[in-house]
Structures are given as C-alpha cells and as structure tokens.
C-alpha cells in the first residue's frame, strides 16, 4: 500500500484516534491536531518523522491556518485530509440558546470549511487530494428528539461536502461524505456531549432521548471504531471511492427507512407535486 500523509482533525479521542494509531500501525504519516498537543502526545507519544501533534483551535481561522503551514512544512505534502473533529449538542430548538447554537456551528461546520478552504490551494497545485468528512447518520436524518442543532451541523456538512465534490473534480480531489452510525467511543460521554444550560421539561420525549443516549447507549454501542478505521483506509486506496458512505449496520437500517418513507412520501403526494406547472 502506499504510504501517504494524513491530516487528521480532532484525533485526541474517539474515530480520529483510532484512526492515526492504526495509520501510524500500517506505515502512514499523520498530522493530527486537537486543542492541545498535550492530549494528543498522552494518547499516542511524542513528535517524531511520521507524526505530528498540532494544537488547534477549530473556531479560529488564523490557527488552522497555521497548523496546517506546520504539517506542510514538517512533511513537504498533505495526501488525504479527515475532517473529524466535532461533539454533539443535545437540546430542543426552543431550549438550547443562540450562542449553545452558533458554538455547534462554529466546530462542526466552520472548522470543517476553515480546513477545506486552507488546504485546497496545496490540493489545486498538486492536482490531486482526498478529503474525507466525517457527519454522522444525524446527517441524514433528524428524526430524533432533542438533537436538531447538532443534526443541522452534520446536514450542513452534508451538503458542502457534496458541492466540495462537484467543485474540486476537475482537480483530480477525491471526496467521501462518511455517515457513521453508533461506534463505541466517548462520543457520548462527559465533554463530547453537551446538554442544554436551560432545560424545559416539558420535553418529554427530548429528555427520554437525553438519557437514553447517556445511559444505556453510552459504552454499549455496535460499532467498532478501528473497523472503521480500516475502512478509510481502504477506500483511500481507490481511484473512484464513493461520495456517500454510511458505516455500521445501524446506519445501513436506518438510512434505508428514510429512501423509503421519502419515496413513498414523493408518490403518495405526486399529483399535487407535479401539479404546479405552467
């Protein structure tokens, strides 16, 4: 396999740590960044030839700029960038307030475009890259209580992803959109998964969603984060890898039962859809 240069973001924990340290296990180069490299040297060690801890705040653009200047300058090229990095918002729309909101965005989605926009120029040179950006199945659907700022996050991911691709084909950048389902990490543990400051507890049903996830899905989830690991990977391997990737079983259901609800959704309303013509 050719060995390539990864540039990893948010991989002090969860899907992103799991990916530098099998990276790092086959031979890879990685850049990876969090907060602080403290964390990051903890869990993997220290500055070496083939990695590269860098401390990056995601919300401010002059420092992705310069980490990424860092990994450029350590390695020479970057070959394959993973936006990961992000954290989950719990809290109804009326509930959670603007700045619990915007602080969503700001990680999940202006990190993610903060990355994009600083690599391309690299990717345009070279005529070649790959990204791969991590939502989540809650990007594909929102059918669930309680988590509609965070799923409007991975949505938004979701569709600049898609237009990502549309833009950067003719520069030979490679780009997949990877839908995970539920992985065992600590995804939803303390400091991953935030709650609303000012709950309403009128909300039921966003409030059973709250403490199902924290605590009888917390730690008993399906899918194992170094499969998945392995799997981009694999996909990193291929000229045509595919735009829109879910992993875990869970993910592959429930993706499923959306085609088919908007499909029968789409033919069940068709005469009124196709009746606004001219």
């Known amino acids: 396999m050719e060995q390539k240069v990864w540039l990893v973001t948010g991989a002090s924990r969860g899907l992103g740590l ?38 990056m705040d995601l919300t401010h653009e002059a420092s ?27 809290g109804t729309l009326e509930e959670l307030s603007d700045e619990e909101c915007r602080m969503n965005f700001d990680v999940n989605v202006f ?26 199945l809650g990007g594909y659907t929102a059918n ?29 950048v490679r780009v997949t959109l990877v839908y995970p389902g539920y992985f065992k990490t600590n ?7 935030l709650t609303p400051r000012h709950p309403i507890e009128d909300y039921s049903a966003a409030r059973q969603s709250q403490s199902f996830h924290e605590q009888e899905m917390n730690g008993r989830q399906q899918g194992d984060p170094q499969k998945a690991a392995q799997v981009l ?14 992993l875990g079983e869970d993910a592959y259901e429930v993706a499923n039962v959306k085609m088919a609800e908007v499909k029968t959704e789409l033919e069940r309303w068709k005469e009124m859809t196709l009746s606004t013509g001219f």
């Open 64 to 90: 992705v700029e310069k980490g990424i200047a860092m990994a450029l300058s350590h390695f020479g090229v970057v070959d394959v960038v993973v936006n990961n990095a992000g954290y989950g918002q719990v």
């Open 18 to 55: 799991a990916l530098i340290r099998e990276l790092l296990s086959q031979g890879h180069k990685v850049a990876a960044t969090s907060r602080t490299v403290d964390s990051l040297v903890k869990e993997v060690g220290a500055q070496d030839d083939d990695f590269l801890p860098i401390p």
């Open 187 to 193: 995804f939803l543990g303390k400091g991953s998964l």
């Open 233 to 246: 990977i694999r996909l990193s391997t291929l000229q045509e890898p595919p735009l829109h990737l879910f």
């Open 144 to 172: 669930f209580p309680g988590w509609g700022i965070y799923c409007a996050t991975k949505f938004a991911l979701a569709a600049i992803t898609e237009s990502l691709a549309a833009e950067t084909k003719e520069f030979g």
């Open 111 to 136: 990190g993610a475009l903060h990355i994009t926009r600083h690599i391309m120029p690299h990717f345009r040179a070279r005529r070649t890259g790959q990204f791969f950006n991590i939502a989540s």
